[in-house]
Structures are given as C-alpha cells and as structure tokens.
C-alpha cells in the first residue's frame, strides 16, 4: 500500500526461486554448468523501504538477489558436499588446510550466513555508485528470507520484521535496528573517530537535551563502554547536539536518520554540514536461522515479514491473533496467503482493526506471508 508520501513506493519487494550452479574458479570459463540434478534450488522474498525517495529501494528489489546468488555459488562446493548434519567435517570450499574447518566448528549454515552478509554489501557498494552517476540520493532498509536447504534465513537491516507464527507460539524472527538500539555501537565509533562529528556533536547520552543553565550541574549520562548509568558535571563541550537524539519513534541519529542500518545513503549529510551519516550506517544484516527440520510444522504455520508501517500499529500479539483466526477458515481458498497478506494492511487504515480502536499507518505497508508446511520435505531435493 502506498501512503503516497513520494510518486512512487518507496516500499518495494522482490521474490522468487534461487538456482544456484557450482563455480569453478581459476578456468577460462567463469561458471561451468551441470547436470540439473545438481543444481541447488532455494526460494527468496524481500521488502525494501525506502527513505529519501524510492530510488534505492527500487535498485535493491532488482539487484539483490543477483548479489546473493554470485555470493552464495562461490560457496555452493560447501553447501552440497555430502556432510553431517551439524558441520563440514573437514570439507571445505578451499582445499588448503582443511582441518581448521573442523576445528573452528564451521558449518554449512555459516557459509549461507556469511553470502547474505557479503551479498548486502556488494548491493550496498552497487547502489551507492549507481545513485551518484544517475545524481540521485537516497537509501533503503532490507529485509530477506531465503529458504535453503530445509532452513529459513533470515536478514535484516533496518527496521522491518519478521516473526513466525504458529498456533501456540509467535517468534520474533528479526531485530529492528534503530539508532536507540545500536547506540553502544554508535557511541563507539564516534569515540573512535572523533572527527566523524567534525566538533559539531556530542557522543554522550544523557536523559534529556542540556541547556546553558546546566553547566556545571550533576547529570546522569552514559557513554559507549556502559550499559547502566553514572553521573558527570556539565561542561560546555556537553551542551552540543547529541549524536543520537529523541526517543522510541522519534529516536534521531545526527538528528537526521531514524534507523542504523541498511542500504544506500552515501550521499546524505546532516542539514546545513558536511557531515557524512554512511559511516555510522551499516549494511550488514543480522541474520536469524530457522531449521525447519526441527519444526512440527502445521498446515496454518507462516512467516510474516512486514515493513514498519504494519508494526507501527500492530504488535506481535495482534498479528498472529488476526493469522489464526484467518487461515482456519479459507482452507479450500488457494489464495488464502496473500489475502490474508491483504487483511494484514488493511487491518493498518482504521477498519476492522484487531483491538477496535482503529488504529491507522500513515507510512507505505507491504507484507509477505510465507507458508511454511511442506518445506520440510523439501529439504534434501537439489
């Protein structure tokens, strides 16, 4: 749904089958097809919101899946070779030093981690060249799940969310990274790279924003090193703009940014400054796995992923009530997700809401629901 906030969606989604070959480096030619057997088939789904325009955003929806399959095909060697369950029990995409695999506890699942990270920032690199040769700004958070294996995998940067709901039991399936949330993360950097916030801000936290009749006066703050509280006197160095402002919703990094992670935003600078705002942003996602193998799956248990523009007016709780008191009934409806998916946003614009209080988002919503019985018995096809 689009709050029309810009002409076009800055929310946009992609989906679709991953076919993954296995590649063989260090020959003439770079990809060496074979036999369809051997293929590794998996299923891909992503929402991307868009901030400052639709154009990263847009970029992501076409290119990201395409970074994901490049990353994932230099490891395929190690996602196919026949394994025990929990590790690579010595076989490595790299022949050298084998060993060290076992030793390090390295598994199949590290190597599907370790592609969507590097697939984000590949995608991350691509946008920002492709933003400024086309003069446009712009960024996006990203929010993927790809079916691999018998296992979901899920990859968030930004504050999208993701959650698995079954009949006794609703599991956040991702974290919403804000810059409240990655404060310490934040805090840090500035402590590390002063010259980041070029004297104009502060990098400590305090309750509230100080004022020139604090100086001198005893105030609680915290810094990067600290998850509790410790009390300071106010110098005037502390009464400049906080490098993380606000609260909840209204929570500000540079007093322009409300997330701290996704993709795009090489261009964006704090009002009236030259200060960059990339380097406290970060492409890398945060990936969660769930093994479907382990799951007793019923035939209404699903996956939600949703923009915030859901979750800004339903918890948790409220979707999953609204999930299960769906699917039950449309069982013969082979459409059944998707208007169920459709339910969910319209459930955002005041009609029919969950609690009866007619809750409305004012901001783009796009949802997946993700069906999850009969993946299981996927799990050992190619």
Partial sequence: MNAEKSEFNEDQAACGKLCLRRCEFGTEEEWLTLWPEEFLMGHYWALFDGHGGPAAAILAANTLHSCLRRQLEAVVEGLVTTQPPMHLSGRCVCPSDPQFVEEKGIRADDLVIGALESAFQ?????????????????????????????????????????????????????????????????????????????????????????????????????????????????????????????????????????????????QLRVLDTNIQLKPFLLSVPQVTVLDMDQLKLQEEDVVVMATDGLWDVLSNEQVARLVRSFLPGNREDPHRFSELAQMLIHSTQGKDGPTGEGQVSYDDVSVFVIPLHGRGQESSGR
């Fill in 122 to 266: 590949e995608c991350d690199e691509l946008i920002g060249r492709e933003l400024e040769a086309s003069g446009q700004v712009g960024g996006c958070t990203a929010l993927v799940a790809v079916f691999l294996q018998g296992k979901l995998y899920v990859a968030n940067a930004g504050d999208s969310r993701a959650i698995l709901v079954r009949r006794d039991e609703v599991r956040p399936l991702s974290s919403e990274f804000t810059p409240e949330t990655e404060r310490q993360r934040i805090q840090q950097l500035a402590f590390v790279y002063p010259e980041l916030l070029a004297g104009e801000f502060t990098r400590l936290e305090f309750p509230r924003r100080l004022k020139g009749d604090d100086l001198g006066q005893k105030v609680l703050f915290r810094d990067h090193h600290m998850s509790g509280w410790s009390y300071k006197h106010v110098e005037k160095s502390d009464l400049k703009y906080p490098l993380i402002h606000g609260q909840g919703r209204q929570a500000r990094l540079l007093g322009t940014l409300a997330v701290s992670r996704g993709l795009g935003d090489h």
